[in-house]
């Protein structure tokens, strides 16, 4: 009875329904999406009004990265500012975001010019 009610309709309804009975949500990226993920090395200056704040945390949580702390120098009760050498991965998008957010506190970052090679060189 199924299939005869389907018989019925043109041919172009019946692919309606099949987009929208596939349709699904996912926390898991697709394969189209993984193969657009990419990375960046960079070196992010602190100041010591931020030693507080969780901004790597934000890199994560409010902008999908993923985050990997290469080296870190911070000093509590200093005058000095300090550094993390990070690679951030996720979408091109994520990363702009990411780096916007980062520009927005006013930070001071520096890229690594060879992602491939060994030293940060900065």
């Given at each position: 009875?199924?299939?005869?009610?389907?018989?019925?309709?043109?041919?172009?309804?019946?692919?309606?329904?099949?987009?929208?009975?596939?349709?699904?949500?996912?926390?898991?990226?697709?394969?189209?999406?993984?193969?657009?993920?990419?990375?960046?090395?960079?070196?992010?200056?602190?100041?010591?009004?931020?030693?507080?704040?969780?901004?790597?945390?934000?890199?994560?949580?409010?902008?999908?990265?993923?985050?990997?702390?290469?080296?870190?120098?911070?000093?509590?009760?200093?005058?000095?500012?300090?550094?993390?050498?990070?690679?951030?991965?996720?979408?091109?998008?994520?990363?702009?975001?990411?780096?916007?957010?980062?520009?927005?506190?006013?930070?001071?970052?520096?890229?690594?010019?060879?992602?491939?090679?060994?030293g940060w060189h900065c």
């Amino acid at each position: 009875m199924f299939f005869q009610r389907l018989t019925d309709y043109p041919m172009t309804a019946f692919n309606n329904f099949q987009l929208q009975a596939t349709t699904r949500l996912s926390l898991v990226p697709s394969v189209h999406e993984k193969s657009n993920i990419t990375q960046i090395r960079l070196r992010v200056y602190i100041s010591n009004c931020y030693l507080k704040e969780p901004i790597i945390s934000r890199l994560t949580s409010n902008h999908g990265l993923v985050v990997n702390i290469i080296r870190a120098m911070l000093q509590a009760n200093t005058d000095r500012e300090g550094y993390f050498d990070l690679q951030l991965r996720g979408t091109v998008p994520q990363i702009c975001s990411g780096l916007v957010y980062l520009e927005h506190l006013n930070l001071t970052i520096i890229g690594k010019p060879n992602v491939d090679g060994d030293g940060w060189h900065c």
